[in-house]
């Protein structure tokens, strides 16, 4: 089946840390993968995505890369800002038709 | 542009009611996707509305059922409401049913009693 595991949260850091959220995932084909962020009293937003293997995903100084031999999409970013406080999902889809979240992780970054 | 809407923003029912959930899709999209977000959780896909017909659907009883309208808006509809029922439930519009960008409305929280 298809499943997504990320990383077990709260993550607490300080500004201009580097952050990593781990994800890996378990899919039958060739699945799209996705990070969504939430942010306090908001609707979930596509962060960034990968459609294929060695894609990388990037926005708003957010990467990640889709490794299909480790099966893992994790989330990096070089420079926390307090801005970044948030829940980030991993997700996947293969037909665009039906997502597959992970349990999301808690961000906090702190001055 | 107006983006994703959700009514209401939060309910309260008590066990074995029926509720109605209304999401508005994004202007030029026509498809809709369901999901419940248990506290904690991930997002958990119900089902999709593409054109007014269920495109896909998750692990869910049929006490779970929607609808989708001409404007492409929609509803979901749960019956015999369960206490494991409470949760967040979000709707996501996309441009098409195959389409990998989704966006999400604010949600409805749900809480039964």
């Known amino acids: 089946g298809n499943s997504v595991t990320q990383m077990e949260g709260p993550v607490t850091l300080s500004e201009e840390a580097f952050l990593t959220i781990n994800c890996t995932y378990t899919?039958?084909?060739?699945?799209?993968l996705f990070w969504y962020v939430q942010y306090p009293g908001e609707g979930l937003q596509l962060l960034l995505k990968?459609?294929?293997?060695?894609d990388k995903g990037s926005n708003k100084g957010f990467e990640a890369t889709y490794r299909k031999e480790t099966t893992s999409f994790h989330l990096e970013k070089g420079s926390v800002q307090v801005s970044d406080s948030a829940v980030y999902f991993c997700?996947?889809?293969?037909?665009?038709?039906?997502?597959?979240f992970g349990t999301g992780t808690s961000l906090t970054v702190i001055p | 542009e107006t983006g994703v809407t959700q009514s209401p923003t939060h309910l309260i029912k008590t066990r074995g009611q029926q509720v109605t959930l209304r999401c508005s899709s994004q202007?030029?999209?026509?498809?809709v996707s369901w999901y419940q977000q248990a506290l904690g959780q991930g997002p958990q896909f119900i089902f999709q509305?593409?054109?007014?017909?269920?495109?896909g659907r998750g692990n869910f009883p049929p006490r779970f059922s929607g609808l989708q309208f001409p404007n492409y808006s929609s509803e979901l509809n749960v019956n015999a409401l369960e206490l494991d029922d409470s949760a967040l439930y979000l709707c996501?519009?996309?441009?098409?049913?195959?389409?990998?960008?989704?966006?999400f409305g604010p949600g409805t929280r749900l809480t039964v009693t």
């Open positions: 899919a039958t084909g060739y699945p799209s």
């Open positions: 996501a519009s996309s441009l098409s049913s195959s389409s990998y960008e989704q966006y």
């Open positions: 997700a996947l889809s293969r037909t665009g038709n039906q997502f597959y």
């Open positions: 202007s030029g999209h026509n498809t």
């Open positions: 990968a459609t294929k293997a060695d």
């Open positions: 509305y593409y054109r007014e017909e269920e495109n």
